[in-house]
């Protein structure tokens, strides 16, 4: 049978603990099984593989600076040293921060240097060390009930009390550490041009969020960007607005608040306005500021209007045009399909998914009319690159060109034999050219840590290559390479952001995305026959934004991603060079003084290096309450009501992990518990240990033979089961982006002690037993599952999994094996498979219809009428109270409108069909309340199942069916998480249901 434990928070405060924010990075963002080194400073323990130690230098250096800075503008500081771990195990660039069980910061070491989003930065690693450590300053603080509450209880991974910043919507928490990553670097997002452009599309085109939809996590644009964006140009506002001190008053506000949640009121405590108010006013600020904009670049050229190729939105980008000018190629994500390279046949507008990619690809066409494209996939457990590829647009078969190379950015050459890409490593990027026959690579350009490459474009004579450069200063310019990777032009020399160039057919010009205007445009420049720069004009005049132009080859459009308020499209503009005009001056904001031009980042600390030790991270820093409500047979409560405490713990790098939990149960005085340790310190496999005590019941209806006198009188007799098992278990993972194949086995020691109880719950005399057994496991799951960002339901995949277990009673005989009394030995098999194909109809979303099918077989003398159980309705475990008030998870064979355990036996299987839809996008909130709902939508089911015993029943009941229907709402309750609450209606089709109501959380699978 199997125990539901019910985490609560605090016994005396527990309908007010209401949230399970977890905190922590991915673990797979590090590789445990690297040699991993310690660099430690005043207030840090940087830990990085052994290769990477001037790279760590840089970000302790940065860190130590950025904890200075915060702790002047934003304090206090944090009273524990910060863990930082530094990695280099993926081609993504990104950032982790974490409070709970302590203060750990993941850095990824890729600078980024595609778009405008990330790349307007002094430093990449002073950028992303300042954002993280703001997170850390932010979350780690807490008012007088939190620090009574953290005495107590340590550093679970909960929101209010001991983390109550944490416990806020998602544009708080990341506004404020984007805000921060700006002020202190003088540089980073609030200080460049992308998030500008999202503010004021959105304005122009009437698609500006109110403040319960940035509270929200919708998918719809700006998604997953629109805490950042509109979260930190907002604290921008009320910083200038209000005084700069107000944000750290807030955090202090939000600290001391015995009512969490409500962030008006500590707005208006540290600002002197409620969040609701300022935000109406700065909507109108941003209106009369962006409208007389658009009246002002009236005056300076007409304005842009491309005609539209795609406008499916969120992105679409990177258009390429084949060399016959008939097609165009472009990567796509529209969030209905999956992201691929899109084709579009330019003669009659129609479309075709040319082939799936792991991400948003990078392309461009060789002369024979075939594709290079990049894209990520995992080598091993915890290790992603990129590589190049090509595909064949006829039949879109695709194949591997490198391999963990770490290649992006394609050129291909006139001549279609080579390629010039971005190759990067430790934080470095670089230039080389790839043969596309053998995947050769020959270096172009030399890796150094104060320069990146980007977007190289071979111009159409082949002698040269145009490359946008970063270098130290937030300094992002066109260059022109010879063939030898020689600077032979500097085509611009600004803070602007110059990417994604670009050559006319006949090579006279070159176009690029700049915004030195301050809004992304596209620019040209004459380029001589020498080589040399010649006139620089504007092509666009867009009070949106534009990027990745290319002109056709018969030099009639320009392609070109443009920005709407719904995200990027394909449109086209006429190539006319007559047209272009003489640029405007360049934005205010790119004039400084490039402070960050002459930093040295190594060594300025004193930094002692040392081995790698596990401690003192791996030490529990937290303890939870957990709760047992135990087992009820036949109107009996055999097992009571238990409470205990459970905690876990991991290392900075993730190489050990422990769990542990023990649990008291008053009524029969018993204890219950495990502990497990797991080591992942090999890459792969991972090795798991554990020792644990479970107990478990079962009731009997007992005919006992009476004389003929005497009226007939059933009893009921109980089993009580303790087993205590001692086992190890090794797990193999073989992880691809769009798969994942898991491999386990195990093998244990299990006693079991059984006593019976009569119907007094009195033990029968003569009737205990314990028994050793051993026991062995085998299990595989695959998964290769889609969940798109409009998504309501897996999609289009198979998910499948089986497990094989065998227990042997070691005391028995080969002669009497087969004796169900005298042998405790049994088998058992049980398998699941879940299919999902979506259906492209109308909604937002895609119409899926989903298949679940499970099955299990048990066999042997112990294999007996109770193995499996049929019915119930599955569903997650609610976890906002604390007390699981509804759930049901673990259910193995659920059939809707049934009782759990309706039937019963050592064979069973159940299967369900639906028909799930959308209904309608809300996107809705309750003012500045912690109250959303995304979307809605339904589904229409048939289950149905059975379990028997085959050596007892040889003519088993009828399978159980019902029907239904469920209502679904993907909400955001208290700002935890998105969360889908599910309300059905199941109507059994036979006998021993009844029509049942009832409230699930998730999807039923």
């Not at 306005?273 to 935000?279: G, V």
């Not at 109250?931 to 809605?936: L, P, S």
């Amino acid at each position: 049978m199997s125990r539901r434990y019910l985490s609560t928070y605090a016994a005396t405060v527990v309908v007010c603990i209401i949230e399970g924010m977890v905190l922590a990075a991915p673990a797979y963002t590090q590789a445990p099984d690297e040699n991993w080194r310690v660099l430690d400073t005043d207030h840090f323990r940087v830990a990085y593989p052994s290769n990477l130690k001037a790279l760590a230098s840089r970000v302790a250096n940065h860190a130590e600076r950025a904890y200075r800075g915060l702790e002047k503008h934003f304090g206090p500081a944090p009273r524990s040293t910060i863990d930082i771990v530094v990695s280099d195990h993926t081609d993504i660039a990104n950032g982790f921060a974490t409070v709970s069980p302590w203060n750990r910061i993941t850095i990824l070491a890729p600078p980024p240097i595609e778009g405008f989003e990330l790349t307007y930065f002094n430093d990449w690693l002073e950028l992303i060390v300042t954002h993280e450590l703001a997170h850390v300053f932010h979350l780690d603080r807490r008012g007088l009930l939190g620090r009574m509450t953290k005495t107590i209880f340590g550093r679970p991974s909960v929101g209010w009390p001991i983390f109550p910043n944490s416990s806020l919507p998602r544009w708080v928490v990341e506004g404020l550490a984007t805000y921060y990553e700006s002020f202190l670097t003088e540089a980073g997002r609030t200080k460049g041009t992308f998030q500008d452009m999202v503010l004021r599309t959105a304005v122009l085109e009437d698609r500006f969020e109110s403040l319960q939809e940035m509270s929200g996590e919708s998918q719809v644009w700006p998604a997953g960007n629109r805490p950042y964006i509109y979260g930190s140009m907002f604290f921008a506002y009320l910083a200038e607005s209000y005084g700069l001190e107000g944000i750290s008053a807030f955090a202090k506000a939000v600290d001391r608040q015995l009512i969490p949640y409500r962030i008006d009121a500590a707005s208006r405590q540290a600002f002197g306005i409620s969040f609701t108010e300022a935000y109406a006013g700065w909507v109108r600020t941003l209106a009369i500021r962006y409208k007389s904009l658009l009246d002002d670049l009236s005056k300076q050229a007409p304005i842009t209007r491309g005609e539209t190729i795609d406008s499916a939105g969120r992105f679409a980008l990177s258009p390429k045009l084949a060399p016959d000018g008939l097609m165009l190629a472009f990567a796509k994500s529209d969030g209905l399909s999956d992201t691929q390279i899109h084709l579009t046949e330019l003669s009659d507008a129609t479309g075709q998914n040319l082939v799936r990619t792991n991400g948003l690809a990078l392309l461009d066409w060789t002369p024979d009319g075939s594709l290079v494209f990049s894209q990520l996939e995992f080598d091993g457990p915890y290790r992603s690159y990129k590589d190049l590829y090509l595909v064949n647009p006829t039949d879109g078969k695709s194949y591997q060109v490198t391999d963990g190379q770490r290649l992006d950015f394609p050129s291909v050459s006139p001549d279609g034999n080579k390629v010039v890409a971005v190759q990067q490593d430790k934080g470095r990027t670089w230039l080389v050219v790839v043969d596309l026959v053998t995947g050769a690579l020959d270096p172009m350009v030399e890796p150094t840590d104060d320069i990146h490459w980007t977007s190289p474009a071979w111009s159409p004579d082949g002698r040269w290559i145009a490359v946008s450069r970063w270098t130290t200063g937030a300094s992002y310019d066109l260059v022109l390479l010879d063939e030898h990777g020689h600077i032979h032009e500097q085509i611009t020399v600004d803070r602007a952001i110059d990417l994604t160039p670009t050559w006319s057919p006949d090579g006279r010009h070159l176009l690029w995305a700049s915004d030195r205007s301050g809004i992304p445009n596209i620019f040209a420049a004459d380029i001589l026959t020498t080589g040399k720069l010649g006139l620089v004009r504007q092509v666009t005049n867009l009070a949106t934004g534009a990027s990745y132009p290319v002109v056709d080859p018969t030099g009639t459009w320009i392609y070109f991603s443009a920005y709407h308020a719904d995200g990027w499209h394909i449109e086209r503009i006429p190539y006319n060079p007559a047209t272009w005009f003489n640029p405007g001056p360049i934005d205010d904001r790119f004039n400084d003084d490039r402070r960050a031009s002459t930093r040295n980042y190594s060594g300025q600390l004193k930094l002692t290096e040392r081995s790698y030790d596990p401690f003192p991270s791996l030490w529990p820093r937290f303890w939870t309450p957990v709760f047992s409500e135990g087992e009820v047979r036949g109107g009996h409560r055999i097992i009571g009501s238990s409470l205990g405490v459970q905690t876990a713990a991991t290392d900075t790098v993730g190489r050990h992990a422990v769990t542990g939990l023990v649990s008291f149960e008053p009524q029969g005085e018993r204890f219950t518990g495990g502990l497990a340790y797991t080591f992942f310190g090999l890459g792969n496999p991972a090795i798991s240990v554990s020792a644990n005590q479970n107990r478990s019941s079962a009731s009997f209806l007992v005919k006992p033979t009476l004389k003929k006198s005497q009226t007939p009188a059933d009893q009921n007799l109980f089993l009580l089961k303790r087993e205590r098992e001692l086992g190890m278990d090794i797990s193999l993972v073989r992880r691809k982006v769009r798969t994942q194949f898991n491999a386990s086995i195990g093998a244990s020691y299990v006693w079991e002690h059984q006593t019976l109880w009569d119907s007094t719950q009195n033990p029968e005399d003569g009737f205990t037993a314990t028994v050793g057994s051993p026991q062995v496991s085998a299990s595989i799951v695959y998964n290769n599952t889609r969940i798109r960002p409009f998504s309501i339901s897996p999609e289009d995949g198979i998910t499948g999994s089986t497990k094989i277990r065998r227990r042997w009673d070691p005391r028995v005989a080969s002669s009497l094996s087969d004796a169900p009394r005298r042998n405790g030995s049994w088998t058992d098999a049980t398998g699941q498979i879940k299919l999902f194909r979506a259906l492209p109809l109308k909604g937002f979303s895609n119409h899926v219809l989903a298949i679940r099918a499970s099955g299990g077989l048990a066999w042997g003398p112990r294999a007996d009428r109770d193995f499996y159980a049929l019915g119930g309705t599955a569903g997650q475990a609610e976890q906002f109270s604390g007390l699981q008030l509804f759930g049901e998870p673990g259910i193995q064979f659920p059939i809707r409108g049934y009782p759990w355990g309706i039937r019963t036996g050592s064979t069973a299987w159940a299967i369900s069909f639906e028909y799930r839809f959308p209904v309608a996008r809300l996107n809705k909130g309750l003012g500045a309340a912690p109250v959303y709902a995304d979307w809605v939508s339904g589904s229409l089911f048939a289950d149905a199942g059975n379990a028997w015993n085959p050596e007892i029943t040889k003519n088993p009941q009828g399978r159980v069916t019902s029907i239904g229907g469920e209502l679904l709402i993907s909400s955001l309750p208290l700002w935890i998480s998105p969360t889908v609450v599910r309300t059905g209606l199941a109507f059994p089709l036979t006998a021993k249901g009844r029509t049942t109501i009832y409230v699930r959380l998730g999807v039923p699978f």
